[in-house]
């Protein structure tokens, strides 16, 4: 490896297309902490040079020989952050493998940025959406599968209100709730103020999931809310376990319960009964 001392002046604006990282192996003044060049060309160390920039006249740079392929790898090395890379970052290295021609089955370079299978399809699916998306998804405000899905209502507006409303979701509770809305306009074949409008409505409301689910399975969720109501009014705090059944289709219901002595069993005998005598009220459900 050969070390030379550089002027800053000839390494501005130099490498650009190898400035994938937002961020840098912390520099320790150590050998390896040192920028990279390959053919006089910056290939690692963009933000080191950059923070020194005014201050200081040359620094101390590492030189080695490559290809294009070779220097990414070198890079990606150098950043030693495999299987941490932004999402923006790993489209900066995709777009520069496509530039340079340069071969997933052959380079070393997707092994560097993740281990477990290749960081490409995501990576692709990800160039595809929308830069509001694309931020979100990057910020880890909503997954990936769940901003293919906001890309679905082809309204950015719309989108932006959903990741809004369901901020604090999980992101499977944020698939669904954008299921419901896709479904419900789908249904309907709202046009993009209607959608709005929509959105504007569930968003107000107290339960904004609740209030989605009821609009997209309006006859299923009342089914739902009047079995609670039942639950309540009679089993609260009885141990007893009454299910209906899925959807509300069959004939039966089942009924779990426990108990480890005859005071419990006599306590859950007497809410059985209670089930015995108003059970027309849940029969009518199904």
Not at 36 to 60: A, E, F, K, Q
């Amino acid at each position: 490896m050969i070390i030379e001392k550089i002027r800053i002046s000839k390494l501005a604006g130099s490498g650009d297309d190898y400035d994938f990282f937002n961020y840098e192996a912390a520099a320790d003044n150590d050998l390896y902490s040192l920028p990279l060049l390959s053919d006089n060309v910056l290939i690692w160390g963009h933000n080191t040079v950059r923070s020194v920039s005014g201050r200081m006249d040359d620094i101390y740079c590492r030189i080695i020989e490559g290809s294009a392929d070779e220097n990414l790898a070198a890079a990606l090395k150098a950043e030693s952050r495999t299987d941490s890379y932004s999402w923006f970052e790993k489209e900066k290295i995709l777009d520069f493998m496509k530039k340079n021609s340069i071969d997933p089955e052959k380079s070393e370079a997707p092994g560097l940025v993740q281990t477990e299978g290749s960081f490409i399809p995501n990576t692709e699916k990800f160039s595809a959406l929308c830069s509001m998306l694309k931020e979100n998804v990057n910020n880890n405000t909503v997954d990936l599968k769940t901003a293919l899905k906001l890309e679905m209502l082809g309204d950015t507006e719309a989108a932006g209100k959903i990741i809004d409303i369901t901020g604090d979701y999980s992101f499977s509770r944020k698939r669904l709730f954008i299921n419901y809305i896709v479904e419900i306009k789908k249904k309907g074949e709202l046009g993009r103020e209607e959608i709005i409008s929509l959105l504007d409505e569930i968003s107000a409301s107290d339960d904004p999931f609740e209030s989605a689910a009821f609009k997209r399975y309006p006859s299923l969720m009342r089914l739902e809310n009047e079995f609670s109501s039942y639950l309540e009014k009679y089993l609260k705090g009885s141990g007893i376990q009454l299910k209906s059944p899925p959807f509300f289709e069959g004939g039966s219901y089942s009924v779990q319960f426990s108990f480890k002595s005859e005071k419990q069993l006599s306590r859950i005998i007497e809410h059985l009964e209670k089930v015995r005598k108003t059970s027309d009220e849940i029969f009518r459900l199904l």
